[in-house]
């Protein structure tokens, strides 16, 4: 018996040439990607974390936003971002500051989107990260020089 396979094989060089692109595309809008489960902690980080975060991936894992960010008491942007997450809507563009293992400020920039399985189940949050650190910095500079 003999089978004819290469419908099959034009089906997996379809699907392997469509997942590159999608990863050529996320990858190059942002500096990493996220992924949180469903107790909001992060599950995943992509390999260009660290070097862009300056952090260790191992020590983000595990915690929540909140736990790596440095929210401020009345910062209303975190009080609407954690709505959002409540909510489970998508978000985009949220900044907020974290630091480095030696204690240095650093600013990210990131959007998600929460995911569902097949019965709306809520699993969690897919998303990009940035880091901001330098366009704050800049900002920063040039509100003190208006001063």
């Known amino acids: 018996m003999r089978t004819d396979i290469?419908?099959?094989k034009a089906t997996e060089a379809a699907l392997r040439q469509s997942e590159e692109r999608f990863r050529d595309f996320a990858e190059s809008a942002s500096d990493w990607l996220w992924e949180c489960g469903p107790?909001?902690?992060f599950t995943y980080l992509s390999e260009?974390?660290?070097?862009?975060?300056?952090?260790?991936?191992?020590l983000v894992i595990g915690r929540t936003r909140e736990e790596v960010g440095k929210p401020a008491e009345n910062d209303e942007s975190w009080k609407n971002h954690l709505a959002d997450l409540r909510a489970r809507r998508p978000f985009r563009d949220f900044r907020y500051r974290s630091e480095t293992p030696d204690g240095s400020p650093i600013y990210f920039r990131i959007s998600g989107v929460p995911v569902f399985d097949d019965d709306g189940a809520f699993k969690g949050y897919r998303g990009t990260g940035t880091n901001v650190a330098a366009?704050?910095?800049?900002?920063?500079?040039?509100?003190r020089a208006l001063q």
Not at 52 to 57: E, K
Not at 135 to 143: D, T
């Open 39 to 41: 107790d909001l902690r």
């Open 48 to 58: 260009q974390f660290e070097g862009h975060s300056g952090m260790l991936a191992s």
């Open 135 to 143: 366009q704050v910095r800049a900002e920063q500079q040039a509100e």
């Open 6 to 8: 290469t419908e099959l």
